[in-house]
């Protein structure tokens, strides 16, 4: 069956450091990887969606400058909170795009801030 | 910029019985829409989906699509505790990113 892993799952960070989180989908190929947030009392926000060989697409008030996106092949993506402060706090998801559309999801990485 | 809404925010139905869920959203050229369950703990799963207008049942799950309406619904029958979760709509286009709605928990009490 096709699933996404996740690291950490958990992770506090001073703030104004910066933390790295991966995802990697299994059991399929992902032709895209998406990266939501969910912060506290919110819904899932789109950071950005990613597809390899295309330009990151980043969604209004998230940029490359503060949440960069590696994603080097079809399997493996991960992101970076740089300089992290208290309202990036959250759940972070990694949707992985397979067949027929459907995005499959990781468990996700809480990130707390200090 | 797509605004996606559920209502009820929760709902508590006793087992046996009918749940619907609804969800509604502001682009009218949008074109793929999706269920989600999440259970606590766990990342969100899809449930069902839809493309087209019209009604798509799987198993005790009925997903109804209205795009003129700019509303889509989740019916599930025979509710059983085991469906107590927090159920996400979300709208999107094709290989886009999705747009979530604020989520209805659901509870089943036996």
């Known amino acids: 069956g096709a699933l996404v892993y996740q690291y950490p799952r958990r992770t506090i960070c001073k703030s104004g450091t910066s933390m790295r989180m991966e995802c990697q989908a299994v059991?399929?190929?992902?032709?895209?990887v998406a990266w939501y947030r969910q912060s506290p009392q919110k819904t899932f926000e789109l950071i950005a969606l990613?597809?390899?060989?295309?330009?990151?697409?980043?969604e209004q008030n998230f940029t490359q400058e503060k949440f960069p996106i590696s994603h080097p092949n079809l399997s493996f993506s991960s992101m970076t909170v740089l300089n992290a402060y208290l309202e990036d706090r959250g759940l972070y998801l990694c949707?992985?795009?397979?067949?027929?559309?459907?995005?499959?999801f990781g468990p996700g990485t809480r990130l707390l801030v200090l | 910029q797509q605004n996606v809404q559920q209502s009820p925010e929760s709902l508590i139905v006793p087992e046996g019985a009918r749940t619907s869920l609804n969800c509604t959203f502001s682009?009218?050229?949008?074109?793929y829409f999706w269920w989600y369950r999440q259970h606590s703990g766990k990342a969100p799963k899809a449930l069902m989906?839809?493309?087209?207008?019209g009604e798509k049942e799987e198993g005790r799950f009925t997903i109804h699509l209205n795009k003129a309406s700019l509303h889509f619904s989740l019916h599930i029958r025979d509710s059983q505790p085991s469906d107590s979760a927090l159920y996400l709509c979300?709208?999107?286009?094709?290989?886009?990113?999705?747009?979530f709605g604020l989520g209805t928990r659901v509870s089943v009490f036996p």
């Open positions: 949707g992985a795009r397979g067949a027929q559309d459907t995005q499959y």
């Open positions: 059991g399929f190929q992902a032709t895209s």
């Open positions: 990613s597809t390899v060989n295309s330009a990151i697409k980043y």
């Open positions: 682009d009218s050229a949008s074109q």
């Open positions: 989906s839809i493309f087209s207008n």
């Open positions: 979300a709208v999107s286009f094709y290989a886009q990113g999705l747009t």
